[in-house]
């Protein structure tokens, strides 16, 4: 019969419903031999992997060796709880973004946005804020409710943050890309850190977006979103209009990401 | 339900020799010949069976022994199969008034003993017998018709067809990896069988959960996919066509089977039973025979299996003996009445990865299989053999494929995935692999009508090579017999004798009052509404 | 300045030793959304990756939902104490082989090999078994110091058992290569059960092989080795033949694989 | 220590019009005699501390601020940059007898004022500075040539290079990726630079561990690198090139640092730091020329950006764009003494996936950039805008890739790899990348040979498409002159002035009396040994 999946308790689906496989792959350094595999599945099982299986390794240079594998993976996740947590939002369209500020924010929203640090990507923040925008959806510049400075890339934190107070922004729009050795997170940590510092946190909305931001990470950092890749200007607009009005309106939505 | 070739192979790019190309196809026309000749006058238990499924009869026993078998075994066992079974069912009904499966399920009761019945006339038992047959095809070309009516309305892919595999083991896995097949853009989902369902003298009752390396082919199972696949089509707008294998020891039972479901497509080669499990060449030559039948008759496309022989024999060197097994599969599909709209041949991308110029000599193979049978929509295979655990490697072997295959437009394409050397794919590997075919298939989508190949080039010159080779090899076939070649290991390096090998017991000499309606109303006429192409 | 490798605790390695980084790919059978991808974070966090990060999901079909991710791995494994457990063994040639078996054995070995069950793939046997062997290394038939039987592929556990009994083997060699429901799995058990049941184990050296068989699995079921992918008929007789000389003189030398 | 060109590219597969190829070129030189004009009688900070670089001066202070830049700021401060630093250097050394790295250290110390000595005569400073500067260049010469001795013993592979990056941030990291790159067939190991190096108007000095997406470029870190290369080479039989970046404040700096170390190879384009680092436009041809003039003296390799507009503007729109780009790096690199065998110019795969003959549009663009260059070895960039996170369609993309550069024999290919649209490459992920190039090179090795375009078809099309949108380009350019072109955002679709920018401060108007050792002898004869080739 054909079985209903419990979504109380989700695991990795290979072809059996509840088998767990998942893929896995890296590079230990040690040499080619062996003992590496098996050095690889012993780490397999040590991490909690049930039947690890090396199906490919190689030499890549003295000294290391690249393992592909398959484990089953014995844990599950509640996947019922989280869908609850706001997580799914439904995203306006411009138009119905354009109303709603006329409603219920009643004024223009001022945005300032750039890619900071060394970052010099600057795709991702004109694609959010330049009218071009981004796959046929406008930028935030195109909607006749919001007003916006695109500072464009390799803005210091201290530049963004002065641009912000001067045009008294309603929200600070951060890029970052390059996400060496934690780079963003130094970058965007700065950011907030001055933020704080200026006392200005509970008047601005703070976003961040780029392709290995996620709404967990900024949240961590102290935003109050983080858009990662897929995201259209709308959804960051729907976003900044209905954290706006609650916060005008004295309560609070949960953030969408 | 014809699976479209692919586009038209334009003016040859091959500079092939029209003589050697004649020449090939006369010498598998003499091997077909002397093929039918050899099983000419001779039966088998699944033929048998095949006509009590056509003429409806389903079930099984307590034992889970299917009521044809019951049906086919109760006469055999008495000595009378040398009339039909058609012949025996065809008294009884004459005699009872009952239909084909109140009489199975009456002897599978012990109640009934159909040699002990009074005797009908042979023309009133041949009329009563030949109307049921006939209503029953009629019926299932009724649903071929429908079925090509929806086809029509949702809307059907041009070019090169998609054919993916879902072997889960289990019929509502396989549903849910189908579902994520169709998403991803296959067009042909294949119910790949339990491995060793070849080996069974029966087709297994019911839908089934428990398979390994596939899924069993029951009634059932075909009838879970279909109605899954339809209501998929339906809701997306892109119609999915179903494929399974009429191979091993019941091919035309599984032919008549998938009829009833509407399958637009069959794997069909009796030589990938006889090589691989050890099966009566005859015995799988007969079967193979009705079963083409079958298919061809109902606008089934048939895939033969050369790609089959490249497993286990070397890509470059057994190349011609693929090309050879083309000419002699072609003929024997033609001759079992399989227009060419309908012959899917075999051929693979096997050629082992570190091969210099490896991708010239594919493409030349595939360019090679392209010309020769340019109204047939060949079913090219992807690389497996030399495929490894290493995914990535296996993945960029498989754009290439894709490449090959859309450059010289072959009529269907069964996907590689990233973890062919490995293990039966799961769900992710099948939709990876699609997303390779529809890269390459759009990225390079003229490619083939835009390049010319050098005359005399390594591309030419190993097609010319290859066709030579299998124009030497199917003329010492035709000279010594198929029997006798694949004795001497002519195709995937394998040695059969036509004297052993399993299912031998079920060849049966047919008598003078031999009656098969099956046989007799498919040669008879073309079913209505088949397609002109329908030769 | 250069580090080196603690070969007591290696962790996976992208660029900065210690790094831990691992890949991973699964899919899980809940709806495509930005909770699935929650999902698949809480997943790696439970299985214990630090930093978990989906960079890839998409839906394969309504209900499934397919992730690229990477995490940091914390645990480490001991790769000096996997060095010494006998597994880089060095394989003797074919030369080297006769003359040990003349000098050590002094008679013809005698092994039975046969594909298994419903299993087909005779590849793997004919590469160990055959004249023509396996990448230009001759198969146990080409050694005069052995002498084969190859009974080919679908062959019954109790028609090989029987076989070698009737010839007095010293080894059987099972391949095996339909994996699928770990169906192997069975079909080797079953193998070693008829022989303890026939009261031979003691007498036989029992070797079995295939894409997905491995040494520790081969143990488990209670062969004397597994071999893999990559095994030459020379890896192979190296085994049988130095396990035959231990067994002989009375000890026993680690097994290969 | 050119790298060799492709193979030789044969007849026209384009059937290219001679006519307009001529115009382009005509266009090219107009705007590079006018970029020329422009820069004329103009030093900049970092042309004058590469003078004191091939001069012997290293080392930093104790505020880690390199001794170059010690002495350059020094004598700027001063107001004297506009004799330029040799005539300072050079008075120095003949007044008290010193070589440039203990005055250099002298000035950093404090105790010395280089404006404040006694003048000795113009001509005897001249002569001094020269003999020193020349010493210093055979020097490197001399490694040079030792290098090729080398590498003509060692072994060297024939056709496409694999060029192959390394970017941990660390140096002992980066040895360790190097070595893995150059096991997997890796050719050329460039060392990618921290980020945001560009922006900075000094090399930082010493080995480093510390780096963004890149390890610093300094002159231990070279050193580290070529040592271990050329262990490997040693070891394994086989020549490993290495490159960097000269680009950003630092161009010529590090071009003179690069020789020292024998780095074959050298990214070098203006342009990359104008567009994408703000970097000012005068400022960066200057120091384009310098450094372009250095490499091309020394036998470097040099690659230039075009590949990098791509990422900006679209794949499809932008190749003339491109094309145009090509034609005035050609020129300007000519220009500055670089001979064409030593003059890869870039190119890139990166029309979007999703695009109908995608394949065949970038054919058509890859073979032009051959046919219009057939003597410069190309680079051609991998695609990396459309890569995700989708490891295996990002390894699709790259076999086809791989596919057209083997079928266009490009000079120099900059490998794919699978992680391309995530993060800076893992050590797997390399080798992953290069495996799928060794097997497309390998298997469609003669691919290119074989195939011919159908004239007038899409390729052929497509290729006089994009020239003629280069020609249009290219006369607008040489019409309102290359400065006003940049402005009008005609490269990546950026936009920058002339008149803004970083380290448009090191600009310095030279003096009549203005000294470049460097320049002068590199501008008045060919390096001793230099290949015929160098014109
Ligand atoms: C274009 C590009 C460049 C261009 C940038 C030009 C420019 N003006 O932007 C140039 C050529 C200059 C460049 C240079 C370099 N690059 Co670059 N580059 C890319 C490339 C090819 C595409 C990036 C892009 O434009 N994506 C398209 C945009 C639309 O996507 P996106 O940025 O993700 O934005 C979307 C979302 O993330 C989100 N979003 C983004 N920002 C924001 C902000 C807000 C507020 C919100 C709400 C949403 C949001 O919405 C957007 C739309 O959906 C990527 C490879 C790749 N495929 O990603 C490498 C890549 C980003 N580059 C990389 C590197 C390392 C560099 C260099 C540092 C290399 C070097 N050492 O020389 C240099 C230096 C740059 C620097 N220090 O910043 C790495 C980054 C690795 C890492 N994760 O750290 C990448 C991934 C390539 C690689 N694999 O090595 N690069
Ligand atoms: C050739 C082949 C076939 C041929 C087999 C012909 C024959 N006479 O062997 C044919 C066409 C018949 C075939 C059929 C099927 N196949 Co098949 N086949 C393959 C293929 C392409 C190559 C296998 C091979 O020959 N490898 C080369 C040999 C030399 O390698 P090897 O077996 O690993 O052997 C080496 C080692 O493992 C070791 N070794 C092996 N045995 C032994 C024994 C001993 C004692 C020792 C010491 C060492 C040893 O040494 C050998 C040399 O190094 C693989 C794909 C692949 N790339 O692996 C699929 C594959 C094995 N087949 C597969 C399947 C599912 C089937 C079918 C069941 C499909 C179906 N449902 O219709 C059928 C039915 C077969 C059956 N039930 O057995 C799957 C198996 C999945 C799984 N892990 O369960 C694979 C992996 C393809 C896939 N991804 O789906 N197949
Ligand atoms: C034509 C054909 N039939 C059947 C099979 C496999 O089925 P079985 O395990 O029943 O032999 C294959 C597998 O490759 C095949 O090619
Ligand atoms: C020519 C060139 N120089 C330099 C860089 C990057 O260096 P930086 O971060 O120093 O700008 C790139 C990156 O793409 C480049 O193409």
Redesign the pocket.
């Known amino acids: 019969m054909p079985r209903d999946v419990d979504l109380h308790a989700v695991r990795p689906y290979a072809d059996h419903l509840g088998d767990g496989l998942v893929q896995m792959s890296f590079t230990l350094p040690v040499p080619y031999s062996l003992a590496a595999r098996k050095a690889a599945l012993e780490l397999a099982a040590k991490i909690g992997f049930e039947e690890p299986e090396v199906v490919h390794y190689e030499e890549l240079t003295e000294g290391y060796t690249y393992f592909v594998m398959y484990g089953r993976c014995v844990q599950s996740v509640d996947f019922s709880s989280l869908q609850g947590e706001g997580f799914d939002i439904e995203y306006m369209s411009e138009d119905e973004i354009e109303r709603f500020v006329e409603k219920s924010v009643g004024r223009t929203i001022v945005v300032v946005?750039a890619s900071t640090g060394?970052?010099?990507?600057?795709?991702?923040?004109d694609?959010?804020l330049n009218l071009k925008g981004?796959h046929g959806h406008h930028g935030l510049e195109g909607y006749h409710t919001f007003e916006t400075y695109n500072l464009g890339?390799q803005v210091p934190n201290s530049v963004l943050l002065s641009k912000a107070i001067e045009v008294n922004a309603d929200a600070i729009?951060?890029?970052q890309?390059?996400?060496?050795q934690n780079l963003h997170v130094q970058n965007l940590t700065e950011l907030v850190e001055m933020v704080e510092a200026e006392g200005r946190r509970s008047q601005l909305i703070l976003?961040?977006?780029?392709?290995?931001v996620s709404n967990e990470l900024a949240k961590e950092l102290g935003y109050d979103a983080g858009?990662?890749?897929?995201?259209?200007p709308h959804h960051?607009a729907t976003f900044i209009v209905r954290e706006l009005a609650a916060r005008l309106s004295g309560d609070r939505v949960p953030a969408a990401g | 339900m014809s699976a479209p070739g692919g586009p038209p192979v334009g003016r040859s790019k091959l500079g092939l020799d029209p003589g050697v190309v004649e020449a090939c196809r006369e010498a598998a026309r003499r091997i077909a010949g002397d093929v039918a000749a050899h099983i000419a006058g001779r039966t088998t238990v699944s033929v048998e069976r095949s006509v009590t499924r056509l003429l409806g009869v389903d079930g099984a026993d307590d034992l889970e022994v299917p009521l044809p078998n019951v049906l086919v075994d109760h006469v055999h066992d008495r000595g009378g199969l040398d009339r039909g079974i058609a012949y025996w069912l065809g008294n009884a009904m004459l005699m009872s008034g009952k239909g084909p499966q109140q009489i199975a399920e009456a002897v599978s009761a012990g109640e009934l003993d159909l040699l002990d019945l009074e005797r009908g006339e042979d023309e009133s038992i041949r009329a009563c017998v030949s109307d049921a047959t006939r209503a029953n095809l009629q019926d299932i070309a009724a649903g071929f018709e429908r079925r090509a009516e929806m086809r029509e309305r949702i809307g059907d892919r041009g070019g090169t067809l998609r054919y993916v595999l879902t072997a889960t083991g289990d019929v509502y896995e396989d549903v849910v990896h189908a579902k994520a097949v169709a998403q991803a853009g296959g067009d042909i989902v294949a119910v790949i069988r339990s491995t060793a369902q070849s080996l069974l003298d029966y087709v297994p009752y019911g839908p089934t959960t428990e398979g390994y390396g596939g899924t069993f082919a029951t009634q059932a199972n075909f009838r879970i996919m279909r109605e899954a696949m339809d209501e998929w089509s339906e809701e997306h707008g892109r119609y999915i066509r179903l494929s399974s294998f009429c191979s091993g020891l019941c091919m035309s039972e599984i032919a008549a089977m998938g009829a009833r479901e509407g399958f637009d497509n069959m794997v069909n080669d009796a030589l990938y039973g006889i090589l691989y499990r050890d099966i009566n060449i005859v015995r799988g030559l007969i079967d193979q025979r009705v079963s083409r039948m079958i298919n061809g008759w109902f606008g089934v496309t048939i895939n033969t299996g050369e790609d089959n022989y490249l497993r286990t024999a070397d890509g470059i060197e057994a190349a011609p003996s693929v090309t050879a097994s083309q000419f002699i599969n072609y003929q024997l599909a033609r001759d079992s009445g399989v227009p060419d709209a309908q012959i899917g041949l075999g051929d693979a991308f096997e050629i082992d990865v570190p091969v210099t110029n490896g991708l010239l000599f594919e493409w030349a193979q595939a360019q090679l299989t392209r010309e020769l049978f340019p109204a047939c929509p060949v079913k090219y295979m992807p690389p497996t053999r030399h495929m490894d655990g290493n995914l990535f490697r296996t993945h960029a072997v498989d754009a290439l494929f894709n490449l090959v295959t859309i450059a010289t437009s072959q009529g269907i394409q069964t996907i590689g995935v990233p973890t062919e050397g490995i293990f039966t794919p799961h769900i992710q590997d099948r939709v990876l692999g699609l997303q390779n075919v529809e890269y390459v298939f759009n990225t390079a989508r003229d490619l083939g009508e835009e390049i010319e190949f050098k005359p005399g080039g390594i591309i030419q010159s190993r097609a010319h090579e290859v066709l030579a080779g299998a124009l030497v090899l199917l003329e010492r076939i035709a000279d010594v017999g198929l029997f006798a070649a694949i004795e001497q290991a002519t195709f995937g390096d394998v040695s059969r004798r036509v004297d052993e090998g399993r299912g031998i017991d079920g060849i049966v000499e047919t008598g003078e009052s031999y009656m098969n309606p099956v046989v007799e109303l498919m040669s008879a006429a073309p079913r209505e509404g088949a397609p002109a192409s329908y030769a």
Request: glycine share 16%.
């Open positions: 946005g060394s970052d010099t990507h600057s795709v991702g923040i694609a959010m981004y890339s729009l951060v890029s890309t390059v996400t060496q976003a961040c977006g780029g392709p290995r858009f990662s890749k897929g995201t259209y960051l």
